[in-house]
C-alpha cells in the first residue's frame, strides 16, 4: 500500500520526506555568467566575430576573466594564451625577443597596461623596440602574443602577415630580402618561420624565428 502511495502522489508527501524547495523561493549559489559584451563593446564584437576564436566557439569571458568591472582583475596575458596554445608558448619563452623584454608593472597597474597598449604593446619604437613583460608574473606576465597578433580582437595570423610586422622593429632588415612573394605581404616568414610541410601539404611554422643559415632552432 505505502509503495502504491508513493507511485500515485509522490514520496514528497511523506512526513519524514525532505521538503521540495520552493522554485519561486531564491536558492544560494553562483549567479549563471551571462555575457552581453557587444552590448557595449561593439567594435571589439565586430572584429571578433570575424576571428578564428569566435567560429571554434571561444567566448569573451573565457580570456577576460570578470572581477570588479572594468578593472579585470586578470588582464590578457601570455599565460592565458599559453593555456590553449602550450607549444607555441614554450617556444615564446625560449626565444631572444623573450629574453630580452622589458620588465615593467602591467598586471596590477591599469594605467600603464592602457599606455603599452596604445603603443602596440612593445616599449620603445623602431630598432629600440623591445616587448613588454609584468616584473612580478614572470613568463605568465608577458605581452609578447598580443605585440604580434593583435588584430582589432581578430588575434589570428592577420597581423603577423603584414608587411612591417617584422621590419617595424628590424629596421635594417626592410631591404634585406626585397623579392616580392605573391600574396605574402610580411617576406621574413618565409625563411624565419617556416620549418617544413607534412606529407598532406600542411605548413609547420615555429615561434623561435629559426635561421635558415642553421640547421637547428636559435633561440
Not at 629596421?171 to 625563411?191: A, D, F, S, T, W
Request: aromatic share 6%; glycine share 12%; with cysteine.
Amino acid at each position: 500500500m505505502l509503495l502504491a502511495v508513493c507511485g500515485l502522489v509522490g514520496c514528497s508527501l511523506l512526513p519524514w520526506a525532505r521538503k521540495r524547495p520552493d522554485p519561486v523561493e531564491s536558492v544560494s549559489g553562483p549567479a549563471p555568467y551571462v555575457e552581453n559584451c557587444e552590448l557595449c563593446h561593439v567594435p571589439q564584437a565586430e572584429a571578433y566575430a570575424h576571428s578564428l576564436h569566435s567560429a571554434k566557439g571561444v567566448r569573451c569571458g573565457q580570456c577576460h576573466m570578470p572581477g570588479g568591472h572594468p578593472a579585470y582583475t586578470q588582464p590578457i596575458r601570455d599565460g592565458k594564451c599559453g593555456g590553449c596554445h602550450q607549444p607555441q608558448y614554450q617556444q615564446t619563452l625560449a626565444s631572444r625577443h623573450y629574453a630580452g623584454r622589458k620588465l615593467e608593472n602591467l598586471d596590477s597597474n591599469r594605467e600603464q597596461r592602457k599606455e603599452l597598449r596604445q603603443h602596440g604593446f612593445l616599449v620603445g619604437s623602431g630598432a629600440d623596440a623591445r616587448f613588454a613583460g609584468d616584473e612580478v608574473s614572470g613568463d605568465l606576465g608577458g605581452r609578447l602574443c598580443v605585440a604580434c597578433h593583435y588584430d582589432g580582437h581578430r588575434l589570428g595570423r592577420g597581423a603577423v602577415r603584414a608587411a612591417d610586422a617584422c621590419t617595424g622593429c628590424h629596421v635594417k632588415q626592410r631591404e634585406h630580402y626585397p623579392i616580392n612573394i605573391p600574396g605574402l605581404e610580411n617576406r621574413c616568414i618565409q625563411c624565419h618561420v617556416r620549418v617544413g610541410t607534412t606529407v598532406q601539404g600542411q605548413v609547420v611554422n615555429t615561434h623561435l624565428f629559426r635561421s635558415p643559415l642553421r640547421r637547428e632552432d636559435t633561440p
